[in-house]
């Protein structure tokens, strides 16, 4: 996957005016403001977030797919605005559609949100950045470019960085698109599963009050949480099979 065939054009991105390559981000730093100008943050809260879910099951019981894709579409704006708590999210979709519905609906949206956001970077800031700290950017680049899709499925898998921090750096470092989509999909996976398992056993205990650990304790349970179990103690094997190698000394320039 060549990052040539899905990289923007320097020169046509230096000729663009600066405006036009800040309007994307704009926008969705516009969609962010006006989320809590409408009092989204309430839906932060596990309480308000909860009731809101339990308001939305009967609709969604009539209207099973058509729910799905409204879910999907504000999963992906939620993310591409960067609305913190996509955990949350995915718990709620695991809550509304159940574990493999759910994970899915989250999956997907979570990774057209990102795309969205990582697009919308990469227009604004990637051939500035390169161009303001070329030195640096080029090892990094060069390290990423021998194979982009891998390393974009470990920072997606290994939970060490925020969300929106991995959206950015990798739009900034020119990762290729195809790489990018692709990667974000499988590493995001087995999250998505395991947040949606548990949101799919929340949702039994609004309807049938707080069972015992046992009585919830089924395979599919059992399943997410050895997954979840994976995904925790991932960090400290990247750690120890990479090694802690000292960063490089950054060329004239790029401090």
């Given at each position: 996957m060549s990052a040539e065939n899905d990289a923007p054009d320097a020169s046509?991105?230096?000729?663009?005016?600066?405006?036009?390559?800040?309007?994307?981000?704009?926008?969705?730093?516009?969609?962010?403001?006006?989320?809590?100008?409408?009092?989204?943050?309430?839906?932060?809260?596990?309480?308000?977030?909860?009731?809101?879910?339990?308001?939305?099951?009967?609709?969604?019981?009539?209207?099973?797919?058509?729910?799905?894709?409204?879910?999907?579409?504000?999963?992906?704006?939620?993310?591409?605005?960067?609305?913190?708590?996509?955990?949350?999210?995915?718990?709620?979709?695991?809550?509304?559609?159940?574990?493999?519905?759910?994970?899915?609906?989250?999956l997907l949206g979570a990774t057209i949100g990102a795309t969205i956001l990582f697009l919308a970077a990469r227009y604004a800031f990637a051939d500035w950045v390169r161009n303001k700290f070329p030195g640096y950017v080029k090892r990094l680049q060069d390290g990423f470019s021998q194979d982009a899709f891998t390393y974009v499925m470990i920072l997606r898998l290994v939970p060490v960085f925020p969300f929106f921090v991995i959206n950015l750096a990798t739009a900034l470092l020119n990762v290729p698109l195809r790489a990018f989509v692709l990667a974000s999909l499988i590493g995001m996976a087995p999250g998505a599963y395991v947040y949606a398992t548990v949101g799919g056993k929340l949702s039994s205990v609004v309807e049938e009050g707080i069972p015992s650990f046992t009585e919830l304790l089924d395979l599919e349970l059992i399943l997410a949480l050895v997954v979840f179990a994976l995904l925790a103690v991932l960090p400290a094997i990247y750690k120890r099979v990479t090694g802690k190698k000292a960063p490089a000394k950054p060329a004239e320039g790029d401090a």
């Open positions: 046509e991105a230096k000729s663009t005016p600066l405006w036009k390559r800040l309007l994307p981000l704009a926008v969705l730093g516009a969609g962010l403001a006006l989320f809590f100008a409408l009092g989204g943050q309430q839906y932060l809260n596990p309480e308000d977030a909860a009731a809101l879910l339990r308001d939305l099951t009967g609709f969604v019981e009539a209207n099973l797919w058509l729910a799905a894709l409204a879910y999907l579409a504000f999963y992906a704006l939620a993310v591409s605005v960067s609305v913190p708590g996509a955990i949350w999210f995915t718990l709620g979709a695991g809550f509304l559609f159940g574990p493999w519905l759910g994970a899915g609906v989250a």
